[in-house]
């Protein structure tokens, strides 16, 4: 059985000798390896260092469990942005070590390890039913489960987006002559709400089930996650390029995300799939203008603007066009989100039909 807590990711070992005697037998070559050959990754071994009680109750430090670990250096990244890209790769260290009550534990930081290492697997502090959505997904859960997995990204990125905008902006404070308007620019850089709103939990279950095994998982990105997403993403890039290039023309493949959308299933109908088209051109404009305005729309219709009609929307002459069904697709806004979705062939809303993105 394997879950994540705390950044670390926990898998249960039957027998964890065999790995142990395998990472002592391999890593410590692919170590020598990435040394000889120069590579910007190097890979280390260490040994943790516990306390324990002796028999006569007395404390002592003796070795522990060990762990590995994997750095990446920032000396092949230009002289300007070093100091910036060694404050993140600090934090990005994938290590990996077999507890002492036999459990393989991995994080993309060292921190969460070692602190693994040292105290085990240990009862957490708060109860994950305390959490509604860990709770709804644990209601909903097969009786019949053999292993169940939740993770929930949007804290920890929440916290890594934001330490990327402070190390952005020290570095252009260290940087020489840098442009004053520069640091406005990276100000625009969109914050984590924008992102982290596209994000949802992870998920998986395994089932026995007429003497078969079944499984069902959910990333924390669909389609409709990714595309605004990505663009919330290139967005600050692009706001960065102006800053420096000038206006960016677009290509002539420059619209694609009207056809982002995965290829549709077989027995899907060529409506759904232009409507979920259209849902997902929607969401991204939708992002666009609150990463710009600062704001969610409070219509669909502001994604024209009159000021700058490309300025949300990818083919923007198109406008805000009706559902393959001919009816106008349904926007709501409230407590800080949004829905969007079609009403689907039958035109109701509720009817059993509707159509939204994953």
Not at 70 to 87: H, W, Y
Not at 161 to 178: E, N, P, R, S
Not at 198 to 204: E, L, V
Not at 234 to 243: E, M, W
């Amino acid at each position: 059985m394997g879950g994540g807590g705390g950044g670390v990711t926990w898998m249960e070992l039957l027998d964890p000798a065999p790995l142990r005697e395998l990472f002592q037998e391999l890593l410590p070559p692919l170590a020598e390896l990435l040394k000889e050959e120069d590579f910007p990754v190097t890979l280390s071994s260490k040994r943790m260092k516990v306390r324990a009680k002796d028999k006569d109750g007395d404390t002592i430090v003796k070795e522990g469990p060990q762990y590995y670990l994997f750095k990446i250096s920032g000396d092949i990244l230009p002289a300007e942005i070093q100091l910036f890209a060694s404050g993140l790769l600090a934090q990005f260290q994938p290590s990996f070590g077999i507890t002492e009550d036999g459990w393989l534990v991995g994080s993309m930081g060292v921190g969460g390890v070692r602190a693994a290492l040292r105290s085990g697997l240990r009862e957490p502090k708060k109860n994950i039913r305390e959490n509604p959505e860990a709770s709804s997904f644990l209601d909903a859960a097969p009786a019949t489960s053999t292993a169940l997995s939740w993770s929930d990204p949007r804290p920890g990125l929440r916290s890594g987006i934001g330490m990327i905008k402070a190390l952005t902006g020290l570095a252009t404070g260290q940087m020489k002559d840098a442009d004053p308007a520069l640091g406005a620019l990276i100000g625009k850089i969109p914050g984590p709400e924008p992102i982290v709103r596209n994000i949802r939990p992870s998920w998986s279950w395994t089932w026995m089930e007429d003497g078969n095994i079944h499984a069902r998982s959910i990333g924390s990105l669909g389609v409709g996650e990714a595309i605004p997403g990505i663009a919330a993403l290139g967005l600050g890039g692009l706001l960065l390029a102006k800053g420096f290039l000038g206006e960016v023309e677009p290509d002539e493949n420059g619209h694609s995300s009207e056809h982002g959308e995965s290829p549709a299933a077989p027995n899907a109908s060529a409506e759904r799939s232009a409507a979920l088209a259209e849902l997902a051109r929607l969401q991204t404009g939708i992002l666009v203008y609150e990463v710009t305005r600062e704001s969610l729309p409070s219509s669909l219709a502001e994604l024209v603007s009159e000021d700058d009609p490309a300025a949300f929307l990818a083919d923007p002459e198109k406008g805000i066009r009706l559902d393959p069904w001919g009816n106008p697709f349904v926007f709501k806004v409230g407590d800080g989100d949004y829905t969007l979705f079609s009403m689907g062939p039958n035109g109701l809303e509720g009817g059993g039909d509707d159509v939204e993105l994953d």
